[in-house]
Antibody, heavy 116, light 113 residues
Framework: EVQLVESGGGLVQPGGSLRLSCVAS????????MTWVRQSPGEGLEWLAN????????YYVDSVRGRFTISRDNAKNSLFLQMSSLRTEDTALYYC?????????WGQGALVTVSS | DIVLTQSPDSLAVSLGDRATIKCKSS????????????LAWYQQKPGHPPKLLIY???TRESGVPDRFSGSGSGTDFTLTISSLQAEDVAIYYC?????????FGQGTKLEIK
């Protein structure tokens, strides 16, 4: 079964850091672009970043550029999102997704709460 | 950055009737390499991640019922549900993957009238 499972979410204070992981099963991620998308409580979807199959190309939305870093470990079939200088407005459910043009496989999400 | 604007924000349709959701892009998303539009539609139900319905503006994802269809080109796109079923109650998002940042529309909430 093709599946993505996120982990690493939790409660963090403003200014803190957190690293999200996304482990894939049922397919090798080294064939795909991968992406992170978040959804604040009761809000819509926000595309955050994506990364090409070998990790040499990365793109970010302005709101996280310089604070978040997307990376991957194809040997471990895993995608990561390192988040630093977190703000209260970063509170959201963070999804990883497999990209084949559009995002056609999604994880269930990891909840990140930024609060003092 | 490309901005996607969906209309309406919410929609109530009777069971069996047609539902139409529009998505307007601030710039064209036509991919010159394959002459296809880099525009997708997703369905999201409460407590679940988005589910891909349509990609390349009009190609239905495997397993998606044929009552769902996508159309449009350039900057104007439409998602149509030909005969609304109860299980179609959800929020629908358009998404452009033409150029980063790959933005989403604000969403359209579809309910039963």
């Amino acid at each position: 079964e093709v599946q993505l499972v996120e982990s690493g979410g939790g409660l963090v204070q403003p200014g803190g850091s957190l690293r999200l992981s996304c482990v894939a099963s049922g397919f090798p991620i080294n064939n795909y672009w991968m992406t992170w998308v978040r959804q604040s409580p009761g809000e819509g979807l926000e595309w955050l970043a994506n990364i090409n199959p070998d990790g040499s190309e990365k793109y970010y939305v302005d709101s996280v550029r310089g604070r978040f870093t997307i990376s991957r470990d194809n040997a471990k079939n895993s995608l990561f999102l390192q988040m630093s200088s977190l703000r209260t407005e970063d509170t959201a459910l963070y999804y990883c997704a497999r990209v084949n043009g559009a995002a056609n496989v999604w994880g269930q999400g990891a909840l990140v709460t930024v609060s003092s | 950055d490309i901005v996607l604007t969906q209309s309406p924000d919410s929609l109530a349709v009777s069971l069996g009737d047609r539902a139409t959701i529009k998505c307007k892009s601030s710039q064209a998303v036509l991919n010159s390499f394959n002459t296809l539009n880099d525009l997708a539609w997703y369905q999201q139900k409460p407590g679940h991640p988005p589910k891909l319905l349509i990609y390349w503006a009009s190609t239905r994802e495997s397993g998606v019922p044929d009552r769902f269809s996508g159309s449009g080109s350039g900057t104007d796109f439409t998602l149509t549900i030909s005969s609304l079923q109860a299980e179609d109650v959800a929020i629908y998002y358009c998404h452009q993957y033409f150029t980063p940042p790959h933005s989403f529309g604000q969403g359209t909430k579809l309910e039963i009238k």
